[in-house]
């Protein structure tokens, strides 16, 4: 079986290396190299058992365990999210990686909100991102200023350095809310700018971004919307590979679209509750609390049904 993969990011690095294992396969990106964008926030549980499939300890890309994630004021002890070094970790597996096409029976769109070999998702809900790396000398917690569309973020990277941006409908409202993050916590803009960059993130779940397959193209990671309603998409694109390289090598692709949606249920719930709050439909909003709560308290930080209920008081 050949396997040419499009798309050399989370997903389809990933890929790639489960599949060198067996198969014949090529991979290709339109980048020249990973660039350092955000995303360097992983659930760290998840993200170490999947990594260790295919040689790589985490631990070792593993920057900062904040103890803390603050959101609006909101201080929620941090259980399993660790910022770990994307950009390198992802340099390093580019060095393991033939880049090349080859004629292939299955391609795998791998290209994350670009989405470019399946169908265009109609109502697609792609978001703009800004994001800098920054120095401030303030305490290695996670800090976020959210409001219903979206939000902004300060991760620490280690010697004083961090990723700041946001995340909203337009980047004129992004960088408002980057604004807003800065007078929340102090993080002053005088303070060098070492680089910025933008991005885009697709927040729809995988049920809204149907088909995953079509002709001999199948769809992993951000491409077929696994990306929780919270912005996490670094777990669920590598776990999204997995599930693909599991069908695969057990001859059994027609279970891959069944596999991707009750793997991602939870991502589901999320998405419903991130619309009902921002459609202001509370009593929905509340009835799905227990979920999140639940799902979050295990993938993230630590949280109460009444933290979240102050939390969704606070958001304009
Ligand atoms: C600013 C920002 C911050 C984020 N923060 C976090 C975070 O802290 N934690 C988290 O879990 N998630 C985060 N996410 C989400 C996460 O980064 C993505 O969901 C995840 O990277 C998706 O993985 P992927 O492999 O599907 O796509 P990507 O990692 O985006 O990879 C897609 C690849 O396809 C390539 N490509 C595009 N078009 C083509 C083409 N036509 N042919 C070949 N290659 C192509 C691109 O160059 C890229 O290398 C963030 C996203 C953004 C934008």
Not at 161 to 176: F, K, P, Q, S, V
Request: hydrophobic share 40%.
């Amino acid at each position: 079986m050949k396997v040419q993969i499009h798309g050399a990011g989370m997903a389809g690095s990933f890929l790639y290396m489960l599949l060198n294992q067996d198969f014949e396969v090529g991979i290709t990106d339109t980048r020249k190299k990973p660039d350092c964008r955000c995303a360097w926030g992983i659930a760290y549980s998840e993200a170490k058992e999947l990594y260790k499939e295919i040689g790589i300890d985490l631990e070792e890309y593993v920057l900062i365990r904040p103890e803390y994630a603050i959101a609006n004021g909101l201080r929620l002890r941090n259980k399993n999210i660790v910022i770990f070094d994307r950009k390198r970790l992802l340099e390093d597996l580019w060095d393991q990686i033939e880049f090349r096409k080859i004629e292939a029976k299955i391609h795998i769109d791998a290209t994350g909100f670009k989405r470019a070999l399946l169908p265009k998702i109609k109502s697609d809900r792609v978001y703009p991102t800004i994001q800098t790396v920054e120095k401030h000398n303030i305490d290695d917690n996670i800090y976020i200023y959210a409001r219903k569309t979206g939000y902004a973020w300060a991760f620490p990277l280690g010697d004083d350095r961090w990723h700041i941006g946001a995340g909203d409908l337009n980047e004129t409202r992004a960088l408002e809310l980057i604004e807003m993050l800065r007078q929340e916590y102090g993080f002053k803009e005088k303070n060098g700018k070492i680089c910025s960059c933008k991005a885009k993130i697709r927040l729809l779940p995988p049920s809204a971004c149907k088909p995953f397959k079509v002709g001999d193209v199948f769809g992993i990671g951000e491409a077929i919307g696994c990306v929780s309603g919270a912005g996490e998409g670094n777990v669920p694109s590598l776990k999204s590979a997995k599930i693909f390289y599991e069908c695969l090598i057990n001859d059994k692709l027609e279970a891959y679209e069944y596999r991707i949606l009750s793997e991602f249920s939870w991502i589901e719930e999320e998405h419903k509750f991130v619309e009902a709050v921002q459609n202001g439909k509370r009593l929905t909003a509340l009835l799905k609390l227990p979920k999140i709560v639940s799902i979050e308290s295990k993938r993230s930080v630590s949280q109460s049904i009444g933290d979240l209920i102050r939390f969704m008081k606070v958001l304009k």
